[in-house]
């Protein structure tokens, strides 16, 4: 069973500094992986989708890397301000791209 | 892009009684639905999985008998939480994918219920 695993749990940085989130995931074999974030009682936005095939996307001030064989990820946010505050997801799509495992997310909190 | 919605975004009821949501892809046709539970400060959990025309694949530990799963169509399924229970309090939010490409799920803005 894939297990997604974020760290930090909470990060807290103040504004400017470049920063990066970490996910693993126990299985390799998977579709994609994406990147969401979600702000205090809201839904999800959708922030980037690497497919298996990629090693990286970006996003305006967003990056984010796969290396499928070590099963890991990273979202790279540069300069960071604090409209970046909300919890950030990590999911991974199994093989088959017909579920989703979520990791626990990231808090960040980006200080004036 | 692909718009998801749920109907509705809160919810308040009391014990005991039946609860829907609706979640609905706007501009496109979605091959399978999802239906996801969020506890407070956890990150969200896959309770079933549903195609249309098909009966919904419910996740261990996740009662059918409770939460009763309808796709009848290809841009419409609900989720009905039977006498619910404070203990059901929980963020409910729905996904639609596109049965080929990305396969990129496609979340609803979610629905807040609260039991009393």
């Known amino acids: 069973k894939q297990e997604v695993t974020q760290i930090p749990a909470a990060l807290s940085v103040p504004e400017g500094e470049n920063l990066v989130l970490n996910c693993s995931f126990t299985?390799?074999?998977?579709?994609?992986l994406q990147w969401f974030r979600q702000d205090p009682g809201k839904g999800l936005t959708s922030l980037l989708l690497?497919?298996?095939?990629?090693r990286e996307q970006t996003s305006g001030r967003l990056n984010a890397s796969l290396d499928k064989s070590s099963g890991r990820s990273t979202l790279y946010i540069a300069a960071s301000q604090p409209g970046d505050s909300a919890t950030y997801l990590c999911?991974?799509?199994?093989?088959?791209?017909?579920?989703?495992?979520f990791g626990g997310g990231t808090r960040l909190m980006v200080k004036p | 892009g692909a718009v998801v919605s749920q109907h509705p975004s809160r919810v308040i009821c009391k014990s005991g009684t039946s609860v829907k949501i609706e979640c609905r892809s706007l501009?496109?046709?979605?091959?399978?639905m999802f239906w996801y539970r969020q506890f407070p400060k956890q990150s969200l959990m896959l309770m079933a999985t549903?195609?249309?025309?098909?009966?919904?694949?419910?996740e261990q530990g996740v009662e059918k008998d409770k939460f009763l799963i309808n796709h009848a169509s290809l841009t419409l399924s609900t989720l009905t939480v039977t006498s619910a229970h404070p203990e059901d309090s929980s963020f409910y939010i729905c996904?639609?994918?596109?049965?080929?490409?990305?396969?990129?799920?496609?979340f609803g803005p979610g629905t807040r219920l609260t039991v009393l």
């Open positions: 999911a991974a799509y199994n093989n088959a791209g017909n579920m989703l495992t």
């Open positions: 690497i497919q298996s095939s990629q």
């Open positions: 549903s195609n249309e025309g098909s009966k919904a694949t419910y």
């Open positions: 501009d496109f046709q979605a091959t399978t």
């Open positions: 996904s639609a994918q596109l049965g080929q490409g990305l396969l990129e799920q496609f």
């Open positions: 299985d390799s074999a998977i579709y994609n």
